[in-house]
């Protein structure tokens, strides 16, 4: 976790530590759309039932929530779906007062947007609740929406990790049970079988951690947003679960506060949209979800315009997201085949090296064997997700010659013409020195001086 985000949650740590009835007049938990603290961005957008969709994604025929300025930046109050869906009842003050939070301390929205009339099946739409669409003035297909991650502020000190039936890593192994029964809905939601694990966070040494209620186990938080991305031009309507070439359900926990992601512009604005927020998640998400949690985050918005150097590797054909961090290039693959996924980033690691620092291709390829980890992203989004981490550091010394060329002129090659000429330079300019020399021992002689 970065020191923006520790500065934050140490300021925190009296939460847990007291009934949550007396954090509530200390700690601004939970941060709803009412609540000014840390909304630190030009713009604020909740995610209220005028601006979320739940299970699919914006296409080109969507409307903007919000319009913005490019390089502008906004405050988005993002609703986790868990606790919200059918198979918990779809009734969050019940689902987390059996898990002993009281109703102020579950999120407005998340109360609201379960209890609307919004048309969501539970088998054939995805779980998220996407914030969105903000169109940013400017933005045209071509272009390239670079969105760097500002701030990302838990909401309320609790998550869910869930595992169902038919999906995850161990589809038919896991939940270890019969599975779903005849009359599974939100009126019964025992009857899907479905295991959602109550996990609340704990501040511990300094740290914040999630803890495995029962088993005396606790990891890290780190938080991030799963979903960021911009919409796709087609009519069609585009599924919030798999990732795509214009970000999505992307689940990258690399992409934490003070990191980048470049997006491509397919549709005018933009129309940039983010959801499934997260505290905490492993490399290949396994069970199916992460510590899901809602977040409070900050972006800015900026267009980079088709063929602007500040996009990374080719600016006039950048066709798939890119992540950036201070440390490392993230570049991104993405494939129902995790093979083919890992060949897609392994490409793209390639053809982003020859571009933006000039390195031979085969190079490059045997550079990224030596010293490049490749992580799985997730494998349970029916898209697979393998991206690579390039240290920049590796690459200190190549970008410094490479400035110093451009800013020089160049470096002047070692042939036999230009020794010869340094040479004659050389003796010439020594000559001058030795009779200047003279000249000044002559006058001292003379003049005492």
Known sequence: MNKKTLSFLGALTVLLSYPLSAQAESIPFPLNKDNPYKKDGDHFLSSSLDTITWGHLPNKQAS??????????????TVSHEGLLEDQGRDPLH???ENGINEEHVLDEAVAIA??????????????????????????????LKVDILSLTPRVPYGVISNRHYKGTLPGEFPENDGPQE????????????????????????QW???ILGEDVQFPIDPFMGMMGVATDTDEMVHSVPPTHTGGNIDIND????????LPVEVAGALFYTGDPHFAQGDGEVALTALEASLRTTFRLTVLKNGDEAIPGDGSAFTHPFGETDEFWIPIGLDPDLNEAMKDATRRSIDFLETELGM????????LSAATDYEVSQVVDQTKGIHGMI????????????????????????????????????????????LLYMITSIKRKRFGT
């Open 64 to 77: 903007a929530v919000m319009e913005i300025e490019s390089g502008e930046t906004v405050t988005i109050d």
């Open 95 to 97: 689902f987390f007062g």
């Open 115 to 144: 209890e609307s009339d919004i048309d969501h099946d539970f088998d054939d739409h995805g779980p998220h609740i996407v914030t969105g669409p903000i169109a940013v003035k400017g933005a045209e297909p071509g272009d390239v």
């Open 183 to 206: 009359g599974a809905s939100a009126e019964n939601p025992e009857l899907y079988n479905n295991v959602s694990l109550f996990t609340p966070i704990e501040y511990i040494d300094g």
């Open 209 to 211: 951690f999630g803890k």
């Open 255 to 262: 992409l934490t506060e003070g990191s980048t992601l470049y």
């Open 360 to 367: 031979d291709r085969a190079k490059a390829y045997a550079y």
């Open 391 to 434: 240290r920049k550091s590796d690459f200190k010394n190549k970008m410094t010659s490479s400035e110093a060329r451009a800013t020089e002129g160049g470096e002047l090659p070692e042939t036999a013409t230009n020794t010869g000429s340094w040479t004659i330079l050389g003796a010439s300019m020594l000559a001058a020195s030795l």
